[in-house]
Nanobody, 125 residues
Framework: QVQLVESGGGLVQAGGSLRLSCAAS????????MGWFRQTPGKEREFVTH????????YYADSVKGRFTISRDSAKNTVYLQMDSLKPEDTAVYYC??????????????????WGQGTQVTVSS
């Protein structure tokens, strides 16, 4: 079982950047497909991006493609989400998640087995 802790959220102006971190413990991040989701009040938690076990494959939601980049550092057992050109509509609580599924892509919330507690990202206009 893996434990996930997100950090790096905060307040940023539109057009700015933030980097979120997801520190894993208990198991290595290479044991899972690692993903990021986000959620705003009253809405479903939505898929943002994931990275495969090998780190060779990534997948992005259309809404963030070209602006967000997922990566990982196996030595630090940490997954990152670099967010550039942020927009007010990116405001949400961002969650890191781990999936044991071998399917590609893995976009469904129900396909992820472990979750972090979330970190708030607020983008002001």
């Amino acid at each position: 079982q893996v434990q996930l802790v997100e950090s790096g959220g905060g307040l940023v102006q539109a057009g700015g950047s933030l980097r979120l971190s997801c520190a894993a413990s208990g198991r290595t991040v290479s044991s899972y497909t690692m993903g990021w989701f986000r959620q705003t009040p009253g809405k479903e938690r939505e898929f943002v991006t994931h990275i495969s076990r090998s780190g060779a494959s990534t997948y992005y939601a259309d809404s963030v493609k070209g602006r967000f980049t997922i990566s990982r550092d196996s030595a630090k057992n940490t997954v990152y989400l670099q967010m550039d050109s942020l927009k007010p509509e990116d405001t949400a609580v961002y969650y890191c998640a781990a999936s044991t599924s071998w399917r590609m892509p893995v976009r469904g919330r129900g396909e992820y087995d472990y979750w972090g507690q979330g970190t708030q990202v607020t983008v002001s206009s």
